[in-house]
């Protein structure tokens, strides 16, 4: 269709783990928005490994704008056992918000998170615990 333009976002979602286990995700990009809340033209393919979604964003030629991503993600929490006899110690959420493959900066970037289901608590990385019910948000910063 000519030239576009806009923004590629490639998001893994099959993963071989560290102990040489597959593991997949599920993804469902609810929305694609402006910095202004405006719907922006977007087409997702799956290629391999990654999910592509390429944007067109108005008038971004050498321009700064803001593109907001939202989806929901399945089956991304990794169970541990620590060892201890429970069949399951720990949960843990391990999400790269930018990933690696951009060609210009990035300037500003926001994760929030809401737990699907009833925890008991939650460990961010900074060693902060707190109780969490479902729909509460998870802090991913400290």
Known sequence: DGSW????RFIP?????DDGKRHRISLDVESVMDGQGNALRHEIKREGALVNIKTWVPGASNATRTVVY?????????HFDDGD???WSH????WGVTGEEWEIPIHRVQAPAVCAARTTSTTSAGGR????RRGDSCPARD
Do not use: H, P, Q, T
């Open 91 to 94: 949960d843990e959420l391990y």
């Open 85 to 87: 006899g429970m069949e």
């Open 13 to 17: 979602v099959k993963y071989v783990l």
């Open 70 to 78: 939202r989806y929901r993600v399945g089956n991304a929490l990794r």
């Open 5 to 8: 333009n806009g923004v590629y």
């Open 129 to 132: 615990s707190a109780s969490r």
